[in-house]
């Protein structure tokens, strides 16, 4: 594992180099981090995620004065160790877009009924969707998200960005083809927030990067 701590390091100081020039003014960041981290929690890790970025990222945004801070996750397994760090609080609302735990990965997290504990309780929000789910699908939950967005009124939006809702992901079974990416950012775009985008995941090597800057570049033509 001899690099290992130097590669997560490496990946959430992406995340809070991104952070920062958010918060400095810029409309929006992408974080390319690597390895990924919304499978990470407060005392486990999964899913190739050491430290969740996302995480780090929204509670510095916090530290920093933000009063809400929203992580929307549309990784294509759903970001466990994201939910976890957050599912008691109601100063970060976490939704997730996500294939199934019932036969996807992550397998014990994700269901629909998962909605905060405590002073959390509904500041969490599942859309677990079935395999073969295309852009019809696919975008009917995300509107229905950004509206949940739109009504908490966050300060800052974290965008936990998985390309692995790709039709042609080797692990995956959505339906969502290259170009709908540019529509995904655009929609975003319509909260009007600052908005840092974290990469999560992503198997069809050739295509991660075209469906990756797809949605930074829809966004930034919105
Ligand atoms: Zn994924």
Redesign the pocket.
Known sequence: MAGSWEAIKSSFDTALTAAGLVAAGERAAFALCRPPGHHAGTAFMG?YCYLNNAAIAAQWFRDRGAGRVTILDI???HGNGTQEIFYARADVQVINLHGDPLTEYPHFLGHRDERGAGPGEGFNLNYPLPAGTDWAGWSAALDDALARIAAYAPDILVVSL?V?TFEKDPI?AFRLRSHDYPHIGARIAGLDLPTLFVM??GYAVAEIGVNAVGVLTGFEGA
Do not use: K
Request: aromatic share 12%; glycine share 34%.
């Open positions: 899913g990784d294509y397994h998985g692995d995956s999560e995941g």
